[in-house]
């Protein structure tokens, strides 16, 4: 049972790594995140509210 889960997230972080290389190869302008924050921001800029980033 130990030898199975060692392998199960030993695979885990494999598919782990490979997601966020390609996601960062995707660009942050793609992802769900970057949209919701740049809509937040338009709309805090909007109220006088501004971020540093």
């Known amino acids: ?4 889960i060692a392998k199960l997230t030993q695979q885990r972080e494999q598919f782990i790594a490979a997601e966020r290389k390609r996601l960062a190869a995707a660009g942050p302008a793609d992802s769900f995140d970057q949209k919701v924050a740049e809509t937040i921001h338009a709309q ?9 980033e």
Do not use: H, T, V
């Open 1 to 4: 049972m130990q030898a199975q």
């Open 44 to 52: 805090a800029a909007r109220k006088g509210i501004s971020y540093s």
